[in-house]
């Protein structure tokens, strides 16, 4: 049996090699080159950087297996960093790792799998999959704090039957320990937390640079049309946001809309944050089809808790209403539908519903 091991130079990707070794697997190590900095490099800060591909390298020495980097930067720009700006410009929040693992990541990884004749792709995120009668599921990690079921939302029935996610079982702090006690130079290597290809560590900046129209300054309102202040950009702003806000008004006032065409930002109480709910778009399901039941829990954003609600068909949309009011979802970020541990599948929050 033969497996190919995404290797992103952390320490869950290299526990999850070790463990396919452990279990007789031949192992083959992979890293997928999708951004570069000047004169064509990985870029040298962030993360997915040159010194994270040295990391999986050593790895797969220290493992004895063999190792490769596979160029998919053409593909990573128009399928992710080109759509990153156009969000941003149509005043959404984008979640690039979603569209990654969607559109370029787990794509590339399965038709390299099925190329070097390897009989399952791995993968180091901290999540489950199990089968039973009823197909394959995707189930939350072991360790609720690191849990990653919600960037894996958009994988299917043929998909999860190719992947093997080692990590899912075990908590962080007992991944740390088997690196350690294996030797693993990534053993207590930091988690990275940067999109990987913004380099300078502030996303507003990489998209004054790449683009420039985003930065264009704009009004700061309330929600009776009076100007509180001017921006510096849309860019800076997402739904829901308190902090940073450049204004001072003297009671709490948070994003509650964001015009791109007029460079509007839209501030306003708690009462007028809140939402009835959410319409979701380019909506998949794990099982293949919806559930019977409408009754989920939802995360609207990454670290965010999941809430009870109702999901039903719109046209060719889905709607989510909570069950009580929430505090507006950002359109751009992912709605990720669940049955208690199960993640039954997701979209993309178009637009928010409020009574």
Same mark, same amino acid.
């Given at each position: 049996?033969?497996?190919?091991?995404?290797?992103?130079?952390?320490?869950?990707?290299?526990? !999850?090699a !070790?463990?396919?070794?452990?279990? $007789?697997? #031949?192992?083959?190590?992979?890293?997928?080159?999708?951004?570069?900095?000047?004169?064509?490099?990985?870029?040298? !800060?962030?993360?997915?950087?040159? +010194?994270?591909?040295?990391?999986?390298?050593?790895?797969?020495?220290?493992?004895?297996?063999?190792?490769?980097?596979?160029?998919?930067?053409?593909?990573?720009t128009?399928?992710?960093?080109?759509?990153?700006g156009?969000?941003?410009? *149509?005043?959404? %929040?984008?979640?690039?790792?979603? #569209?990654?693992?969607?559109?370029?990541?787990?794509? *590339?990884?399965?038709?390299?799998?099925?190329a070097?004749?390897?009989?399952?792709?791995?993968?180091?995120?901290?999540?489950?999959? #199990?089968r039973?009668?009823?197909?394959?599921h995707?189930?939350?990690?072991?360790?609720?704090?690191?849990?990653?079921?919600?960037?894996?939302?958009m994988?299917?029935?043929?998909?999860?039957?190719?992947?093997?996610?080692?990590? &899912?079982?075990?908590?962080? *702090? =007992?991944?740390?320990?088997?690196?350690?006690?294996?030797?693993?130079?990534? *053993?207590?290597k930091?988690?990275s937390?940067?999109?990987?290809?913004?380099?300078?560590?502030?996303?507003?900046?990489?998209?004054a =640079?790449?683009?420039? =129209? @985003?930065?264009?300054?704009?009004?700061?309102?309330? +929600?009776? &049309?009076? @100007?509180?202040?001017?921006?510096? &950009?849309?860019? $800076?702003?997402?739904?829901?946001?308190?902090?940073?806000?450049?204004?001072?008004? $003297?009671?709490?006032?948070?994003?509650?809309?964001?015009?791109?065409?007029?460079r509007?930002? %839209?501030? $306003?109480?708690?009462? #007028?944050?809140?939402?009835?709910?959410?319409?979701?778009?380019?909506? +998949?399901?794990?099982?293949?089809?919806?559930?019977?039941?409408?009754?989920? %829990?939802?995360?609207?954003?990454?670290?965010?808790t999941?809430?009870?609600g %109702?999901?039903?068909?719109?046209?060719?949309?889905?709607?989510?209403?909570?069950?009580?009011?929430?505090?507006?979802? !950002?359109?751009?970020?992912?709605?990720v539908?669940?049955?208690?541990?199960?993640?039954?599948?997701?979209?993309?929050?178009? =637009?928010?519903?409020? +009574?």
């Amino acid at each position: 049996m033969r497996a190919l091991v995404a290797m992103s130079g952390g320490v869950d990707s290299s526990v !999850a090699a !070790a463990l396919m070794l452990e279990e $007789g697997y #031949e192992v083959i190590g992979v890293t997928l080159k999708q951004w570069v900095g000047a004169g064509g490099a990985m870029p040298v !800060a962030g993360c997915c950087t040159v +010194s994270d591909a040295e990391d999986a390298r050593r790895v797969a020495a220290q493992l004895d297996i063999p190792y490769y980097v596979l160029d998919y930067v053409d593909e990573f720009t128009a399928a992710v960093v080109e759509p990153f700006g156009a969000a941003y410009l *149509a005043g959404r %929040t984008p979640n690039p790792c979603i #569209e990654c693992n969607r559109k370029v990541r787990f794509t *590339a990884l399965l038709e390299r799998t099925a190329a070097f004749d390897a009989d399952v792709l791995v993968t180091g995120h901290h999540a489950r999959i #199990e089968r039973d009668e009823q197909g394959w599921h995707l189930r939350t990690a072991v360790d609720g704090t690191k849990d990653q079921s919600y960037v894996l939302h958009m994988l299917g029935q043929d998909d999860l039957s190719k992947i093997r996610l080692p990590v &899912g079982e075990m908590t962080k *702090a =007992e991944v740390r320990s088997r690196a350690a006690a294996m030797g693993l130079r990534t *053993a207590s290597k930091p988690d990275s937390q940067d999109i990987c290809f913004v380099t300078s560590g502030d996303y507003r900046e990489f998209l004054a =640079e790449r683009f420039p =129209e @985003t930065a264009l300054p704009g009004p700061i309102v309330d +929600s009776a &049309g009076e @100007t509180l202040g001017e921006h510096n &950009g849309v860019t $800076g702003f997402t739904i829901g946001q308190r902090r940073g806000l450049g204004i001072a008004v $003297g009671d709490a006032r948070y994003v509650i809309d964001i015009d791109p065409t007029e460079r509007r930002v %839209t501030v $306003g109480t708690r009462d #007028e944050l809140l939402s009835d709910g959410c319409l979701v778009d380019d909506v +998949s399901f794990i099982s293949g089809s919806p559930p019977t039941r409408p009754d989920v %829990t939802v995360k609207v954003r990454y670290r965010s808790t999941a809430i009870p609600g %109702t999901l039903q068909p719109v046209g060719d949309r889905w709607e989510i209403r909570f069950a009580e009011r929430h505090p507006a979802p !950002a359109p751009g970020q992912a709605a990720v539908f669940y049955d208690g541990e199960r993640v039954l599948g997701g979209g993309t929050i178009e =637009e928010v519903i409020r +009574s």
